[in-house]
């Protein structure tokens, strides 16, 4: 079974000069972890994650070393979310991330995964942002092949 049978075709993507605003309103509205960063040619620049966001408000080395570990007020820090919120995507985002072709076999894609600490991953040909695969849709074409004995899609 291959990537592009399973994976998630409808995908929400922003570009770079998005601002952390809608991005941040996207993800807690429609609970997405993370969203494609595409050039107008859709050609596949980042991702931008809630880690991505949300390690703004830790403080730096430069903070904890005046502070001390102990002294750091993180309720302050969290104060510094509406400053993240005005940054542009690009400013944030992992760029050029781990992807996965289309023609590759779930297991294979899972186990990049896995391997990296994601649950969900890009799948990209030629640069072109094809879909997006999670370790849920694996799970669930896994599950389906094998307990209802037919793969996804098929009647």
């Keep these: 079974m291959q990537v592009q049978e399973i994976m998630n075709r409808a995908i929400r993507s922003v570009k770079p000069d998005t601002k952390v605003m809608e991005v941040a309103s996207i993800m807690c509205l429609y609970r997405i972890p993370g969203i ?26 430069e903070h904890l070393m005046e502070e001390g570990m102990g002294n750091v007020d993180l309720d302050k820090q969290m104060t510094k979310y509406k400053d993240v919120l005005a940054l542009p995507v690009s400013d944030l985002m992992t760029r050029n991330p781990i992807t996965v072709p289309p023609n590759i076999h779930v297991l294979r894609a899972a ?19 094809l879909g997006m695969l999670s370790l849920g849709d694996v799970h669930k074409a896994i599950f389906h092949l094998n307990v209802a004995g037919k793969k996804l899609g098929s009647d």
Excluded: C, W, Y
């Excluded at 494609?36 to 730096?60: C, M, N, Q, S, Y």
């Excluded at 186990?111 to 942002?129: A, D, E, H, T, W």
């Design 36 to 61: 494609p960063v595409l050039e107008d040619d859709g050609k596949l620049v980042g991702v931008i994650a809630e880690k991505d966001v949300l390690h703004r408000l830790f403080p730096t080395l």
């Design 111 to 129: 186990s990049v995964m896995v391997r990296n600490r994601f649950r969900r991953i890009p799948v990209v040909l030629n640069g072109q942002l």
